[in-house]
């Protein structure tokens, strides 16, 4: 009886799908034509010692894992990584580029973002032992930027997933746990590229794209965000929630430390602003209900460019920030709390917004 084997892998587990068939093992796919010449008679019986010879294997499982990898079919990547480092273990480019497709096919349920960089540290382990002669500069180069690709890709998937389940208060404290692994890889990824940053332009270009990358990803946690906590008779009732203060110090350091790098070689530069301990708009986020809206931005501005600037307005604002929380506390979520302040806030931001203050995010 004859049975299709396949010429890749041996096996004889092959399935007609779409007109074509395809090895269940190794995932090759042959037309009806090439299948027919895969045909075999009975049994094979060998005697004495068998010496396998994979070269071509190899060969062609490269082209199919760099195609799948530059069509971005990165589930069929990860496949052909695996089974090229069955054939060959200590091969870096093989250990890195299975790290990454396992990273690039996580979700936000199974969030493995920093798979690429586990697999990063391997590879060049196995560069080192081995001693291996490559471009080092390049393969750092090449690492640190798909590291970024990677970490970017998946803060806008959880910053999306974050954006539909906000009202939930279990949203944020994920949002932030799976925004510090995305800025834990791209901190990695400036370690791979801190060497070069002062003779080479491509990598100096890429490293400050990094410390943006992060700069935002700090203000991200440190925001002050909000939650729907109950219902009342006027409808929805909603909370703050943020980042523990005692957790924040090291993210004001980075933050401070990457602000002021950027600084140095573009004074221009303006950081988005991070929320420290304290500084919320209390009543103006309890009166609008969020801490990103235009009339916040509008009042934002007026602390930062106009009472920041006066010692008078400084002592305003430390005032502010002391009783706010007690105020809003006791009498945030009554009637006739938001109806008065809001009425003045209103008045106020109308002022500011005629003077020249604008209402984009700030």
């Known amino acids: 009886m004859k049975a299709i084997v396949c010429e890749m892998c041996g096996s004889n587990d092959l399935i007609k799908i779409d007109g074509q ?3 269940q093992h190794c995932k090759t796919k042959y037309t009806v034509d090439e299948a027919r010449k895969l045909l075999v008679e009975g049994n094979i019986n060998v005697t004495g010692t068998v010496q396998i010879d994979n070269s071509n294997n190899t060969e062609t499982f490269e082209k199919l894992a760099f195609r799948a990898y530059e069509n971005q079919q990165y589930d069929q ?3 052909y990584y695996s089974k090229l480092l069955e054939i ?3 091969n870096w480019l093989y250990v890195f580029r299975k790290g ?3 990273s690039r096919i996580s979700s936000v349920a199974d969030f493995k973002v920093d798979n690429i ?11 080192d032992e081995n001693t291996l002669e490559e471009d080092i500069k390049e393969v750092h180069y090449k690492m640190a930027t798909e590291i970024n690709d990677v970490a970017v890709y998946f803060r806008k998937m959880a910053g999306s997933n974050y954006s539909k389940n906000w009202e939930l ?20 990824a400036l370690t791979l590229l801190k060497e070069y940053i002062q003779t080479e332009k491509r990598e100096f270009e890429l490293y400050k794209t990094i410390l943006k990358n992060s700069i935002y990803w700090y203000v991200e946690i440190c925001k002050i965000r909000r939650y729907k ?14 980042y523990r203060d005692s957790l924040r110090p ?9 602000v002021l790098f950027l600084r140095q070689y573009d004074p221009t530069y303006v950081a988005p602003q991070i929320v420290r301990k304290g500084e919320a708009c209390y009543v103006a986020t309890c009166v609008y209900g969020s801490y990103d809206c235009p009339e916040v931005w509008v009042l934002r501005r007026y602390r930062d460019y106009e009472l920041y600037k006066t010692w008078y307005g400084k002592a305003f604002v430390k005032l502010y920030y002391a009783t706010s929380p007690t105020i809003v506390k006791l009498f945030g979520k009554t009637k006739w709390f938001n109806k008065v302040f809001k009425k003045k806030l209103d008045k106020k931001v109308m002022k500011l917004k005629a003077k020249g203050y604008t209402d984009i995010r700030y």
Do not use: F, H, T
């Not at 994920?174 to 925004?179: K, L, P, S």
């Open 77 to 79: 990547a990860y496949e």
């Open 117 to 127: 960089v586990i697999a990063c540290k391997e590879a060049l382990k196995l560069i």
């Open 100 to 102: 990454e497709c396992s």
């Open 88 to 90: 060959d273990a200590d």
């Open 169 to 188: 208060q279990s949203a944020a404290p994920e949002y932030w746990e799976r925004v510090k692994k995305c800025v834990a890889c791209e901190e990695y």
């Open 21 to 23: 068939y395809q090895c």
């Open 229 to 242: 906590s109950g219902v009342n008779q006027y409808g929805p009732v909603y909370a703050n929630i943020s």
């Open 250 to 258: 090291p993210i004001l350091a980075k933050y401070d430390q990457y």
